[in-house]
């Protein structure tokens, strides 16, 4: 069945990094642009990074741009999300989707997103 497991969440301190990893099963993953989402508390869910299904295009919400960076190993299933110069307000459960061929189009829409993972809390300290 279609699995997206995400790890790597925890405490960071501000200023700090972290690597989220995402492992997909059960579905042909090259073939699926994949996203990475997160909700904080009270808050709805907000797009953060995306790359698309053949790994030429990426898209990053402007809070992240320029800290995060997206990418994925076609190889071991897997896409990832580096987290520089964590801030407070990147306190959230985060989220890695998949979209079916996703284009730049969708691939910042969360309803577009096909599969999604349980999450990973990732909580930042200031």
């Known amino acids: 069945q279609v699995q997206l497991v995400e790890s790597g969440g925890g405490l960071v301190h501000a200023g700090g990094s972290r690597t989220l990893s995402c492992a997909a099963s059960?579905?042909?993953?090259?073939?699926?642009?994949m996203g990475w989402f997160r909700q904080a508390p009270g808050k709805e869910r907000e797009f953060v990074a995306a790359?698309?299904?053949?790994?030429?295009?990426?898209l990053y919400a402007t809070s992240v741009k320029g800290r995060f960076t997206i990418s994925r190993d076609n190889a071991k299933n897997t896409v990832y999300l580096q987290m520089n110069s964590l801030k407070p307000e990147d306190t959230a459960v985060y989220y890695c989707?998949?979209?079916?061929?996703?284009?730049?189009?969708?691939?910042?829409?969360?309803?577009?997103?096909?599969?999604w993972g349980q999450g990973t809390q990732v909580t930042i300290s200031s």
């Open positions: 989707a998949a979209d079916f061929r996703g284009t730049i189009v969708t691939m910042t829409s969360s309803p577009h997103f096909d599969y």
């Open positions: 059960g579905f042909s993953f090259r073939e699926y642009t």
């Open positions: 790359i698309n299904w053949f790994g030429g295009t990426t």
